[in-house]
């Protein structure tokens, strides 16, 4: 039996999980499959646009959470405070110091408070748009369009997941300076099949990386900062960065693009393997589906166990302390829903301030700015990240929620996905230990 | 303004007009055809699918049935490449008991269905999933069909005897001489949508092939025609589930059928009298009915994932017209309008169904001949288009090719199997406007994820080529593509190998030589000046007529005039025009997929926060016409 | 034998759960070392949307290269059974262009295991010739560098049980024991071991009548013969289950294939074959719980080692997380570290085909080197016999089962000669 059971292997849950196993607790994680950060860009997005301003991105993030405060009281944010949000920014960036995949911000490294500005990066997306991030691993710094040298955006020819040309018209459109090249794929290969991160695997071999280095530094005039996609080698990421930049001669930075996203999936790898040198166990391929409670009438039930599915009918049930749901929202296999407009959370069976209703779910234009109400609800919780119903009453004395599954935000129309997911992950964690301790 | 001399002009791109085009070509004639979106863009490219063996018509309407089954023996021979021979099955479900499948099996006796009855254990056997409490099935040469491809295929050969095809040229007005009693159509007033010119067409014949529209053609001719649009939901499923077609032993109704079609199977269809053919709301209780009669004949289907849902309208003439659509017949009517009234120069053609569209062609050129002296006959019932040589289809040749080939490394679209070269030489060889042409020439996009990752390719390559100088000096480019239209192989991946398609001379494929591009040393890159001189016009009429429609688009963007192939205008049409077909139908798995799309595009890429959104093509308003539920989910 | 959608029951349908997200291609430990294999997702829900109808099948055998890890399924966020579609994609390919001879003896564990019973000692020597296996090299195809099991010297496991009959435990807790053929011809220390734990702990132990799972053919695309055997195993085990036994196994591929593999892949969704898989247990899954329940015995004598553990990839497809690290670290002194590499790369009879061969070893090369980084140690542990063959030849360490280790830790058993105390 473990102190804390973690339902999701997303950034919220492996977020909860150090946290607690830091604190001492003894932890274990499951998971349905592998997802969330494999598919995103890598940052770390506090608050990309508010719900006020959609067209405009947020300049100071920390400082757009604050005024949130009056016109949305139900944002997790605004649960949290931007203090909390600040502090559990820091812990990520310390814990990404440690593992070797450094985060930084519009400052550079170290610690939020005197090393960032507050501001948003503007990194360049994979279409040439400007995406706003307030903390980028080290790959992608160097794309902050707040510098002044001009891009070179260099692509692979027959890369099918990586346009420079695209990327460069659409950087000289707002006003950069900007131009594309190619290089020849057999520089990362001469197999015919390789998706990105085979590609990335390609460049953890130090020969590989120095050779397109060489071919970087012919391609770039002097001044010139070098974008790649986001593929600069995968276990072996330091070092490759490293090599490329010198050899290249000059500042490269990655272009996150199409998942299966390599800057994801090294954060998860370092993450993971933190965990297992806690002794966390997380066990891949163990998929909640339900759990047994005891419900209480006027005080909060509490969780008795939670069962995953396995290849009999017998479930196998997992007893701890405490539990977690970090299973994500509709993305994440958190939410389930059928054609009647019913849609439900698959573990505990939660009430979700999601309408029953498809006709309540969408707007008519994919892009409306305001996104789609069926991606803003989800498990409502209290400060202290549990599960509350109607009547904002805790349901179980045990439970606890975090990252995507929680309601009142859109985290990937408002560019908040992982911000959300570290903070309420790490207020989740922290208020774990605290009820254990009690 | 542009003006063009021809014999005989054809309204509407669909199987009709382009059968037309074609069958008046192979006679001598010299034929025109327009059509104001792309090619099947109407009816012809929204129906489920179905060669009809006329099994569906042996009772009510043996007439169709009769000409179905001729037709289906001609086409699965002149468009072999663009039809599957899946076979069909008529299957009594228990609510289907009753006189009826008696009157089936008599009805295809007498008009010529080929039928047997066959035991319910072999169906069951052959078709594991489909309902275990089917009492007795017939078997009929029911077959799917690729309507896109047929209809590409028509036009090439259409082409090839001498017609001239302009798509997203829309009728603007007839021009008409003389006075009543006596009054002639020498031609139309066209506008070319893309460029936004106008365009003077003179003829000696204009042939009105609009099918569900032919009514509003009429009108400029100060004729009122009766054609109902009926209008039909489908469901896709997003696998096959079934590999024969499936259909209730009783009389046509909602939802009786199930046609698997490449690699999805459709759930066909509901029926409703609308009034307006650009009507295509897909209302909740058609897609639940759709997934409830769809369970009883395979059941669980409804709790398969659906990977799309759309409508199409059927022309339904009547003369005296009342009641419910669906009894209105479905054979074609062709119309003199100088016999009915007392205008020379014009014919009207509508009604009818796909599978009989060559047949249709025929009957009107025999009329067009009439009046304008016969030269050759007929042909098309022997005349195979090209591309036929390569045989029926079969769901799995693409595999087969792309395995053969050792292509997987080329895969763009990769749950439709679309190559690179197949992208490029479509791009390259077909007008296109929108990425949505593009889908419809090789199925770009078509599959679970709906345009989730090959959107970013697609515009990716496009744009690349526009900088490689594909179409260098052709601006217009969407009315040119090739000297011929090649689309023989267009859906072969094994036929578009890098090399084989003419677009395999961009400088960086050859050598693979390390550096910039020649273009690109000039610094940095922006808007190169011909891509802006194309104009998209005002398109007044296209904003007027469509109430359902947001009206409220910023002002400026009437006058502008966008650059012709701007990435992010294809990327946002694209990903907006998939957003039309599933947001009928998001939940469980396909709304997963929605947040993945959404994740990739609003999030990772940030693309709606791109430049250029201001800008409009000529289909981004039908585009974002509203498909998403309301709250009817049952018959209101 | 039709291989489309039998009911949606069977793995195909499981496709439409696909999101195309391609974390399966990115983490597959084949496709990462060769393109031969165009990636789990390729291979499965995408290319099963164009496999339908019995029409002609891939003209490439890049399917053949999936080694059946279930890396894929694992990692895969929506649960698409890639791994099931992949295996019967390769069965339906089998039945088209035929089985060749190595893959047909490759699948009769069972009657390799009888025939090289007729002379342990010839069979095994033969196996060690060079000049031999470059012949079996050249006519069959059968690797001479992948290491192939030794046939006991000790006799089969039955003659074993017939010998030690008078000493069986009596008792009112009873248990079936499921050995499987590697534990009958090849290793029959490994059930000896497991009687002696069943024993120890107070259960009389049923050994009724039993077939090979019919894994091996399964695995090498011999449909209706895997059918055939698991026939036998309903008609012969559940009845047991449907009195109330439970049937445990030491072999966690067995055990897969009786609870689940064999009814999936052959699409066998009767009343018997639920009710046997509900039966199955795998051992440490079986001790885990007889542990939570407080009645595991826990009178160890401490073992002062490192025993690196590597879980085989069929504990993937149980989904009940890792057993064996519920139950081994309870024995004092023992350090045991839970190895987490993808795959041993050995995959049941994928290693000893000489096209694959290569393949197996750069697949295991994870393992081989975190072993490596283990070191000093004496020996390792893995719970399933053809990885621990495949283990054993890459590191030249012996490899136990880890029953093997729990009975010695009960005083019951000498891990060094693998024998029974009391023999």
Redesign the interface.
């Known amino acids: 039996m473990s102190d804390l059971f973690v339902i999701g292997a997303g950034l919220s849950g492996l977020m909860a999980a150090y946290t607690a196993a830091r604190a001492g607790l003894r932890v274990q994680v499951?998971t349905?499959?592998?997802?969330s950060m494999?598919?995103a860009a890598g940052t770390v997005d506090v608050m990309g646009y508010t719900p006020e301003e959609l067209s405009r991105p947020v300049q100071r993030p920390l400082e757009a959470i604050q005024a949130l405060a009056h016109s949305h009281p139900e944002h997790p944010y605004v649960l949290l405070g931007s203090h909390q949000v600040q502090v559990a920014l820091e812990e990520f960036t310390a814990l990404m110091a440690e593992l070797g995949l450094p985060y930084g911000g519009a400052g550079g490294f170290g610690a939020l408070a005197h090393s960032t500005s507050g501001d948003n990066l503007l990194l360049p997306s994979a279409v040439g748009a400007l995406r706003p991030a307030f903390l980028a691993p080290s790959a992608q710094l160097a794309g902050d369009m707040a510098r002044p040298e001009p891009l070179l955006i260099v692509g692979f020819t027959g890369l099918r997941d990586f346009y420079p040309e695209l990327i460069a018209e659409n950087l000289a459109k707002q006003g950069f300076q900007a131009r594309a090249a190619f290089l020849p794929l057999s520089l990362l290969t001469e197999?015919?099949?390789?998706?990105n991160?085979?590609l990335a695997?390609a460049l953890d071999l130090q020969a590989r990386r120095l050779k397109l280095g060489g071919e970087l530094k012919r391609l770039a005039r002097a001044g010139e900062r070098i974008g790649l996609p986001a593929l600069l080698g995968l276990d072996d990421h330091a070092a490759a960065l490293a090599d490329l930049s010198a050899a290249a001669g000059a500042p490269i930075f990655e272009i996150p693009t199409l998942?299966?996203s390599v800057p994801g999936?090294r954060l998860y790898k370092a993450l993971r393997a933190r965990l297992?040198r806690m002794g966390v166990?997380i066990?891949?391929?163990?998929?909640g589906i339900g759990a047994n409670v005891i419900a209480a009438n006027g005080t909060a039930g509490r969780v008795q166990w939670v069962e995953?599915?396995?290849?009999?009918?017998?479930p196998?049930k997992h007893r701890a302390k405490a539990y977690l749901l970090a299973t994500g929202g509709i993305l994440?296999?958190g939410f389930d829903s059928d054609h009647t407009g019913r849609i439900w959370e698959t573990v505990f069976d939660l009430p979700l301030t999601i309408p029953q209703a498809r006709h309540q779910w969408f707007r008519p234009a994919f892009m409306d700015p305001a996104g789609h109400p069926v991606f803003n609800g989800g498990v409502a919780v209290n400060a202290a990240m549990q599960p509350v119903g109607a009547d904002g009453q805790v349901l179980y004395a045990n439970l606890w929620a975090a990252g995507g599954a929680l309601a009142g935000a859109d985290p990937i129309q408002q560019h908040s996905l992982e911000g959300l997911a570290i903070a309420t992950g790490w207020a989740a964690g922290q208020a774990i230990v605290r009820a254990l301790a009690q | 303004m542009k003006r063009i001399e021809t014999e005989i002009l054809v309204v509407g791109g669909g199987a009709t007009g382009t059968g037309i085009a074609w069958d008046a070509a192979l006679r001598g004639f010299k034929v025109t055809l327009i059509e104001k979106r792309d090619l099947t863009h109407g009816t012809t490219g929204r129906y489920h699918g179905l060669l009809h063996s006329g099994g569906r018509y042996v009772v009510k309407d043996p007439v169709s049935a009769t000409e179905c089954i001729h037709e289906n023996r001609i086409l699965r021979k002149t468009h072999a490449h663009c039809i599957e021979n899946t076979s069909g099955f008529f299957a009594v479900t228990p609510e289907d008991e009753g006189p009826y499948p008696d009157k089936f099996l008599e009805g295809c006796r007498a008009t010529g269905v080929d039928c047997a009855e066959i035991s319910v254990a072999d169906a069951l056997r052959r078709e594991?999933?489909l309902n275990p409490r089917i009492s007795r099935v017939f078997e009929v040469p029911d077959g799917t069909a690729d309507s896109f491809l047929a209809t590409h295929a028509t036009v090439q050969a259409a082409r090839h005897a001498g017609a001239q095809i302009l798509t997203y040229h829309e009728l603007m007005g007839l021009i008409i001489e003389g006075g009543d009693g006596n009054r002639r159509v020498v031609g139309a007033k066209v506008r070319d949508v893309a460029k936004g010119m106008d365009v003077e067409i003179r003829a000696q014949m204009v042939i009105n092939a609009t099918g569900a529209w032919a009514g509003m053609v009429t009108q400029m001719a100060g004729v009122a025609i009766s054609v109902v649009p009926g209008k039909g939901v489908m469901v896709a499923m997003?696998?096959?589930?079934l590999?024969t077609v499936v259909n209730r032993c009783k009389m046509p109704a909602d939802g009786d059928i199930i046609v698997p079609v490449h690699?999805v199977a459709i759930i066909g269809t509901t029926d409703e009298r609308v009034t307006d053919p650009e009507n295509l709301r897909i209302e909740p209780w058609e897609v639940n009915l759709m997934l409830e009669e769809g369970d009883k004949l395979v059941p669980?289907l409804s709790?398969?994932?659906v990977v799309r849902a759309w409508a199409g309208v059927r022309p339904l003439y009547q003369e005296d017209y009342a009641g419910a659509s669906r009894d209105a017949t479905r054979k074609f009517a062709l119309l003199d309008h100088k016999e009915r009234h007392g205008i020379d120069g014009f014919i009207t053609i509508t009604g009818g169904k796909w599978t009989t569209f060559r047949l249709m062609a025929e009957k009107t050129v025999d009329l067009a001949a009439s009046h304008l002296g016969a030269r050759k006959p007929c042909v098309t019932a022997t005349t195979a288009v090209p591309g036929a040589d390569q045989g029926n289809y079969?769901?799995?040749h693409?595999?087969?090719e792309i395995?053969?080939q050792?292509l997987?490394?080329q895969l763009i679209c990769?749950?439709e199997?679309v190559t690179r070269a197949m992208l490029e030489n479509a791009a390259k060889q077909n007008p296109l406007l929108t990425l949505d042409d593009l889908r419809r020439d090789v199925r770009l996009g078509m599959?679970?994820?709906q345009g989730?990752?090959c959107t970013y390719r697609a515009v990716g390559i496009i744009h690349e080529m526009g900088k490689a100088g594909v179409w260098e000096g052709d601006a217009g480019h969407q009315t040119h593509a090739a000297e011929e239209w090649d689309v023989a192989y267009i859906q072969s991946p094994a036929r578009n190998v890098n090399g084989s398609g003419s677009v395999g001379d961009r400088p960086q494929q050859q050598g693979g030589s390390v550096g910039d591009r020649p273009q690109q040393q000039g610094g940095s890159v922006g808007d190169r000046p011909q891509q802006q001189g194309g104009s998209v016009g005002d398109r007044p009429q296209q904003q007027g007529d469509r109430p359902q429609q947001q009206g409220d688009r910023p002002q400026q963007r009437a006058g502008q005039t966008p650059p012709l192939f701007n990435p992010n205008l294809l990327l946002r049409d694209f990903l907006q025009e998939r957003w039309k077909g599933v947001a009928p139908i998001l939940w469980g798995?396909q709304l997963?997929?929605e947040r993945?799309d959404e994740l990739i595009y609003l999030n990772v890429m940030n693309a709606d926060h791109l430049p250029d959104d201001q800008l409009a093509s000529a289909m981004t308003d039908f585009y974002l016409f509203d498909t998403t539920p309301n709250e009817h989910e049952v018959h209101p | 034998m039709p291989m489309?959608?039998?009911?949606?029951e069977s793995v195909g349908?499981s496709?439409?759960?696909?999101?195309?997200?391609?974390?399966c291609?990115?983490?597959c430990p084949v496709?990462?070392v060769t393109?031969k294999f165009?990636?789990p997702?390729?291979s499965g829900p995408?290319?099963?949307?164009?496999?339908?109808?019995g029409?002609?099948?891939?003209?490439?055998h890049?399917v053949d290269y999936c080694s059946g890890c279930r890396v894929c399924?694992?990692?895969?966020?929506?649960?698409v059974r890639i791994a099931e579609i992949n295996a019967r994609a390769r069965a339906q390919a089998a039945a088209e262009h035929g089985i060749p001879l190595r893959n047909r003896l490759l699948g009769r564990s069972d009657m390799l295991g009888k025939l090289g019973m007729i002379a342990p000692g010839l069979a095994n020597w033969g196996m060690r010739q060079g000049f031999a296996r470059s012949i079996a090299e050249g006519v069959l195809g059968i690797s001479k560098h992948a290491q192939m099991p030794t046939w006991s010297r000790e006799g089969t496991f039955a003659s074993w049980l017939k010998r030690s009959a008078p000493n069986r435990l009596r008792s009112e807790r009873k248990v079936v024991y499921y050995h499987g053929c590697s534990t009958m011809y090849y290793e029959p220390y490994v059930g000896k071991a497991a009687m002696a734990v069943f024993e120890h702990n107070g259960f009389e132990v049923v050994v009724p009548e039993q077939g090979c799972c019919g894994l091996p053919l399964l695995n090498n695309a011999e449909f209706p013969a895997a059918e055939k055997y698991h026939h036998h195993n309903l008609e012969w085990l559940t009845p047991y289950a449907r009195q109330g036994y439970q049937i445990v196994g030491t072999s966690t591929s067995c055990t897969?294939t009786l609870?689940?593999e064999a009814p999936d892949m052959l699409d066998i969704h009767t009343p018997e074959a639920?009710d046997l898989?509900?039966a199955?247990w795998d051992i440490f899954e079986w001790l885990r719980e007889l542990h939570a329940q407080g009645q595991m015995k826990t009178d160890f004598q401490p073992i002062d080692m490192v025993l690196p553990y590597h879980p085989p990839c069929q504990y993937?497809?149980?989904?009940?997380?890792?057993p064996v690290?519920d139950i081994l670290p309870l024995i004092p002194g023992l350090d045991v570290r839970e190895s987490?590499a993808r795959c041993c790369g050995g995959a049941g009879t994928y290693v000893y085909k000489k096209e694959k061969y290569q393949i197996a070893m750069d697949v295991g090369q994870e393992l081989f080197t975190w072993v490596d980084e283990q070191r000093p140690v004496t020996m390792t542990a893995c719970t399933s016999e053809t990885c621990r063959w495949h283990i054993e030849s890459a590191t030249k360490l012996p490899c136990r089962h880890p029953i093997e280790v729990l009975a010695a830790a009960y005083g019951l058993y000498d891990l060094e000669k693998r024998k029974l105390t009391k023999e």
């Open positions: 499951v349905k499959g592998l997802g494999h598919w197999q015919a099949d390789r998706n991160v085979h695997q998942p299966p999936m297992w166990r066990d891949v391929g163990l998929e995953t599915a396995t290849t009999t009918s017998r196998l994440g296999g | 594991p999933l997003n696998h096959r589930a590999n690699t669980n709790k398969a994932r079969w769901l799995g693409r595999l087969h395995e053969e050792k997987q490394g990769e749950c199997l599959g679970p994820c989730g990752f798995r997963k997929q993945l | 489309h959608t039998q009911s949606w349908p496709l439409d759960e696909c999101i195309k997200c391609n974390i291609t990115s983490y496709a990462e393109d165009h990636g997702k390729y995408q290319a099963q949307r164009f496999r339908e109808n029409q002609p099948q891939s003209p490439d890049s399924n694992e990692v895969c966020p929506t649960g897969l609870k689940e639920r898989a509900l199955v993937r497809a149980h989904h009940i997380g890792s690290m987490h």
